[in-house]
């Protein structure tokens, strides 16, 4: 069974930072792209940051400049650092991976894991 497990969530104030990690855990061959997501109270689930496993990275335009997403293959890991945050940045963040599991043959699949609060102050 894989498992995502995220850390780093937190409150802080406007302006400051923050670093969330997700690591992947259980049996499977490799990660493939690996993201964040995040869902704020009464909107949609939206694409943060995502990265591919050769390091291609892609953000939602609200994020750029302040947030940034890297990976750590050796560790199954994928980190989003937050700086200058906002308000508008509270919101549950999702890590998100496709994974390679060897399961009656090699098959690609989804996974999330249960979620981190961020939580900004003005």
């Known amino acids: 069974q894989v498992q995502l497990v995220e850390s780093g969530g937190g409150l802080v104030q406007a302006g400051g930072s923050l670093r969330l990690s997700c690591a992947a855990s259980?049996?499977?061959?490799?990660?493939?792209?690996m993201g964040w997501y995040r869902q704020a109270p009464g909107k949609q689930r939206e694409l943060v940051a995502t990265?591919?496993?050769?390091?291609?990275?892609n953000y939602v335009d609200s994020v750029k400049g302040r947030f940034t997403i890297s990976r750590d293959n050796a560790k199954n890991t994928v980190y989003l650092q937050m700086n200058s945050l906002k308000p508008e940045d509270t919101a549950v963040y999702y890590c998100?991976?496709?994974?390679?599991?060897?399961?009656?043959?090699?098959?690609?699949?989804?996974?999330w894991g249960q979620g981190t609060q961020v939580t900004v102050s003005s």
């Open positions: 990265i591919r496993i050769g390091g291609n990275t």
């Open positions: 259980g049996r499977f061959s490799s990660i493939n792209s």
């Open positions: 998100n991976a496709d994974i390679w599991v060897t399961r009656m043959g090699v098959l690609l699949e989804n996974y």
